[in-house]
T-cell receptor, first 117, second 108 residues
Framework: GAVVSQHPSWVICKSGTSVKIECRSL??????MFWYRQFPKQSLMLMAT?????????EQGVEKDKFLINHASLTLSTLTVTSAHPEDSSFYIC?????????????FGPGTRLTVL | DAKTTQPPSMDCAEGRAANLPCNHSTISGNEYVYWYRQIHSQGPQYIIH???NNETNEMASLIITEDRKSSTLILPHATLRDTAVYYCIAPYGQNFVFGPGTRLSVLP
């Protein structure tokens, strides 16, 4: 149980285009989803937290107008990288937290590798 | 900054126990400690978590000191597939802050 999927797993795009990444909780409802970014040989960095039906909370230094997050349902959150540039090339990972309870356990997706040419 | 500190790397012989330490001296009384691992180019995989008592599951054991300032993840019989970066996390509220982790290399 507690499986999180991401689509696509790998994407290459031209500079200036927008890319949408989907994150789905397959067998549970996730009231909260998280988006991380990981550059080569570095650790994961939290970009934003999204709660179903409300606006995402962005970490300091993350441009909300560039990284659009939508959490329209309890099983789906999307991250859109708008006007992507080569410096946005990275490994994007989402995670989901089961609603309620005291545990903060997060279930991670397999990641999406974005390459911007 | 992460609230945990871990050694940057460790080696372990295949079949032997791997003991990965973590310091979390600023953890508060009701915060769990979580362990995840990340194999290259994959999303982090949950291993185990605990609050005060030692915990064991099919993957690993977690030993937490009585003062809760440190813990040790134990992989009882490491295999080559256990080679990964291991993260010890003490959340800020519901947020995970990942430190650099420990890169465990299991050697044949």
């Amino acid at each position: 149980g507690a499986v999180v999927s991401q689509h696509p797993s790998w994407v290459i795009c031209k500079s200036g285009t927008s890319v949408k990444i989907e994150c789905r909780s397959l067998d549970f409802q996730a009231t909260t989803m998280f988006w991380y970014r990981q550059f080569p040989k570095q650790s994961l960095m939290l970009m934003a937290t999204s709660n179903e039906g409300s606006k995402a909370t962005y970490e300091q230094g993350v441009e909300k107008d560039k990284f659009l997050i939508n959490h329209a349902s309890l099983t789906l959150s999307t991250l859109t990288v708008t006007s992507a540039h080569p410096e946005d090339s990275s490994f994007y990972i989402c995670s989901a937290k089961i609603g309620g309870g005291g545990s903060n356990e997060q279930f991670f997706g397999p990641g999406t590798r974005l390459t911007v040419l | 900054d992460a609230k945990t500190t871990q050694p940057p790397s460790m080696d372990c012989a295949e079949g032997r126990a791997a003991n990965l330490p973590c310091n979390h001296s600023t953890i508060s009384g009701n915060e769990y400690v979580y362990w995840y691992r990340q194999i290259h180019s994959q999303g982090p995989q949950y291993i185990i978590h605990g609050l005060k008592n030692n915990e064991t599951n099919e993957m690993a054991s977690l030993i937490i000191t009585e003062d809760r300032k440190s813990s040790t993840l134990i992989l009882p019989h490491a295999t080559l597939r256990d080679t990964a970066v291991y993260y010890c996390i003490a959340p800020y509220g519901q947020n995970f802050v990942f430190g650099p982790g420990t890169r465990l290399s299991v050697l044949p």
